[in-house]
Nanobody, 127 residues
Framework: QVQLVESGGGSVQSGGSLRLSCVVSGYTSRSYCLGWFRQVPGKEREAVAGISSLHSITYADGVKGRFTISLDNAKNTLYLQMNTLKPEDTAMYSC?????????????????????WGQGTQVTVSS
């Protein structure tokens, strides 16, 4: 059974940094598409960054140059380094894992309807 557990969220001031982690267990396929999404109450879930076994990496326009997604295969851990945080980055961040990517929001991300999801970690950025 695939399980994803996020950590690293918290409260920071504008301009600060956080690194989110997502430990993936029970995933045995060599093919993968991993990603980070975020959601604010009352709004649709937004794709943030994705990485696939084809080594493609994608970012939402609003986070390019500030966020970095990476994968440590030895630790089965997906990361999202977030720098120069802004109040509009405040959201619940969730990681997702799927066998395949789908073209979504201008990039390649886990398929929302098929992916395994973590429980989320809250990021709050104050001005």
């Amino acid at each position: 059974q695939v399980q994803l557990v996020e950590s690293g969220g918290g409260s920071v001031q504008s301009g600060g940094s956080l690194r989110l982690s997502c430990v993936v267990s029970g995933y045995t396929s060599r093919s993968y598409c991993l990603g980070w999404f975020r959601q604010v109450p009352g709004k649709e879930r937004e794709a943030v960054a994705g990485i696939s076994s084809l080594h493609s990496i994608t970012y939402a326009d609003g986070v390019k140059g500030r966020f970095t997604i990476s994968l440590d295969n030895a630790k089965n851990t997906l990361y999202l380094q977030m720098n120069t945080l802004k109040p509009e980055d405040t959201a619940m961040y969730s990681c997702a894992a799927d066998l395949y990517c789908a073209y979504d929001s201008g990039g390649w991300y886990p398929r929302r309807g098929f992916a395994h999801w973590g429980q989320g970690t809250q990021v709050t950025v104050s001005s």
